[in-house]
């Protein structure tokens, strides 16, 4: 038996969205650029994939840029507020993913951007104090959070910065790859300027994701060649890569309800068994269910002669999980987020992310084999 518990870093692709991406394959080969008939009928289906996604999150077609995915977003995101829309200060965490840590610190060691980290605490969770003194001594600032965390899971109040954010004249960009498609997102009530998407985690292909940019935010492209994605994104869309995000969204928010109470009560109940049965384990994140991404639960086990090998004795028992330590004494391997929330080096973090395809059996199996390699 094989039980995949890595849902986080990718998903496996829903049937239906296969079946789709498909018969795009094997019979829409149009360039959607092209004038005739058959690049008008990939136009179409272009269109039709960025109208339902747009009415998904409410926004505006208009608002939908289609790109690789979550990296290229952010990347679009912290680049473009630097270049075209005169940004000079960053306020970031120290948790972000490196899509967006580490391109927010080229632009400060370029001297392009000055980066602020914002206070976290020891569950990741943003200091909103800090923020605001931030935002009100840096106005015009981007301010880029994500909105929950990939490690660990912990969630930020999106409407909270939002208000920090206008208040203070600033742009509000949130890593949402771990939230779309689990939770509703909607740009209108939220005031968000910027957000991001990535298909591969929620059953849809990877290499296909989108950017959301208010309306009122004029970018210029990143890549530069023909008028593809209104002059912002040049190449040949990626058609039958959009096609399955868009169907993979719809199927998500389609289940979103029941998804959620399912996987927050595999989530509960796998929290439950491992504390029962191992000493000394403690969680990572922040323990409220509200607060915390209900796909991800971050185990920290006490010093266990397993080590750095644990993870690799969970695959041979066959658990696919994912994690490491903290290694905050500067090797270069180890998770940041770990080492920011002080996790102790000598314990290991693992990560057991579900998905729609998760079930109780893999959940009791995993804890199993967990209890087996800490225990035996
Ligand atoms: N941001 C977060 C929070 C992620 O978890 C990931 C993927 O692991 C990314 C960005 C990058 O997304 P992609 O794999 O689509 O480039």
Do not use: W
């Not at 239906?16 to 690049?39: C, F, R, W």
């Not at 439950?272 to 920290?300: C, H, M, R």
């Amino acid at each position: 038996m094989r039980v995949y518990l890595d849902n986080a870093a990718t998903t496996p692709l829903d049937p239906e969205v296969v079946k789709v991406m498909t018969d795009i394959l094997s019979s829409v080969y149009g360039n959607p650029s092209a004038q005739h008939a058959i690049g008008r009928t990939a136009k179409g289906m272009l269109e039709v994939a960025r109208r339902k996604i747009a009415e998904l999150i409410n926004a505006k077609p208009s608002e939908i840029l289609f790109t690789s995915g979550g990296t290229e977003a952010d990347n679009i995101v912290i680049r473009s507020a630097v270049h075209d829309l005169g940004v000079k200060n960053i306020i970031t965490s120290p948790i972000e993913h490196h899509a967006v840590l580490n391109t927010v610190e080229e632009m400060d060691h370029k001297g392009l951007a000055k980066m602020h980290l914002v206070e976290i605490n020891d569950q990741g969770e943003i200091n909103l104090n800090h923020l605001e003194e931030l935002a009100s001594q840096f106005p015009g600032s981007l301010i880029t959070l994500m909105h929950a965390n990939n490690e660990i899971g912990t969630l930020l109040d999106l409407h909270k910065v939002s208000e920090i954010a206008k208040k203070n004249n600033c742009l509000f960009h949130s890593d949402t790859v771990q939230t779309m498609g689990h939770y509703k997102i909607d740009v209108e009530s939220l005031g968000l300027d910027f957000l991001v998407c990535s298909a591969h985690k929620f059953n849809g292909p990877k290499g296909s994701g989108f950017l959301y940019v208010r309306n009122t935010h004029k970018l210029k492209p990143m890549i530069t060649g023909g008028g593809q994605e209104k002059n912002l994104r040049a190449g040949t869309e990626n058609l039958h890569g959009i096609v399955g995000l868009a169907k993979a969204l719809e199927i998500s928010h389609s289940i979103m309800h029941e998804k959620q109470e399912r996987l927050q009560a595999f989530k509960n109940l796998m929290k439950q068994l491992i504390k029962d049965s191992i000493p000394g384990v403690g969680f990572n994140g922040l323990a409220e269910e509200a607060k915390s991404l209900y796909t991800v639960l971050n185990v920290s086990l006490p010093e266990n002669p397993a080590g750095e090998m644990l993870l690799f004795k969970l695959d041979i028992e066959g658990v696919c999980a994912s994690g490491g330590s903290a290694c905050s004494s500067g090797a270069s391997k180890g998770s940041h987020v770990l080492a920011a929330i002080h996790h102790p080096d000598e314990r290991t973090g693992v990560r057991f992310s579900f998905g729609k395809f998760t079930t109780e059996e893999d959940i009791r199996f995993a804890v199993e084999k967990l209890k087996k390699v800490v225990l035996d």
